[in-house]
């Protein structure tokens, strides 16, 4: 079975450029998540929808970002516009419902100069 | 505020011997705790999970202790391998279904 999907695995992209990121959940799954890693702040949440109804939002940074997820098989995290410190692992993760695990995906590097 | 904090960044262990992993919380509503293994350049993966009405959870060499009062989970790896070298993300939780995580700690098992 495939897992979950993200794309692109690495970008780099100059300071004030729009920068999306994209994801495919595992199929059946009905929650989708976003995380960004970094040094100081581990594994940050930043968003999840469930049903592709965004949940909770609180964790997105600043109106610079925003998600979508217009069906059950794909979402994105769009930057706009980017800053250095953007620069981070952003992770998607899904999982079915209840207090299952979270499949995690590979993780979209993103260097912004 | 972390509601989940990791106060050791790295942990170094001999192979064989027992790995401690500590992870505390803030939140006395947390009712699921979850550990999660990093490798780089992957993504974290599922390794040991805990509910709140229990104190222990065992699974081969990895073993989760809860406790409520101290609001203090730990991972214990025996014997510790090599291959156990990763990051590793202790997660809790909450009332809205979400996982919070905490910042990580760097196992390296040597030789």
């Known amino acids: 079975d495939a897992g979950v999907i993200q794309s692109p695995r690495h970008e780099v992209t100059e300071m004030g450029q729009e920068v999306t990121l994209r994801c495919k959940p595992i199929s059946g799954h009905n929650s989708l998540f976003w995380y960004r890693q970094t040094m100081m702040r581990g594994l940050e949440l930043l968003i999840y929808f469930n049903n592709n109804v965004p949940i909770d939002d609180s964790g997105m940074p600043e109106d610079r970002f925003s998600a979508k997820m217009p069906n059950a098989s794909f979402s994105t995290l769009k930057i706009q516009p980017s800053e250095p410190r953007d620069s981070a692992v952003y992770f998607c993760?899904?999982?079915?419902?209840?207090?299952?695990?979270?499949?995690f995906g590979e993780g979209s590097r993103l260097t912004v100069l | 505020d972390q509601q989940v904090k990791q106060n050791s960044p790295s942990l170094s262990v001999q192979e064989g011997r027992i790995s401690i992993l500590n992870c505390d919380y803030t939140?006395?509503?947390?009712?699921?705790f979850l550990w999660y293994k990093k490798y780089p350049a992957e993504g974290p993966t599922f390794l040991i999970s805990?509910?709140?009405?229990?104190d222990k959870n065992e699974d081969g060499r990895f073993t989760v202790f809860l406790n409520k009062s101290a609001k203090h989970l730990s991972l214990h790896i025996v014997p510790s391998q090599p291959g156990d070298s990763a990051v590793y993300f202790c997660a809790a939780r909450d009332n809205t279904d979400k996982l919070i995580f905490g910042t990580g700690t760097r196992l390296q098992v040597f030789p």
């Open positions: 805990i509910s709140s009405i229990k």
């Open positions: 993760a899904s999982r079915t419902g209840g207090p299952g695990e979270l499949f």
């Open positions: 939140n006395s509503m947390f009712d699921y």
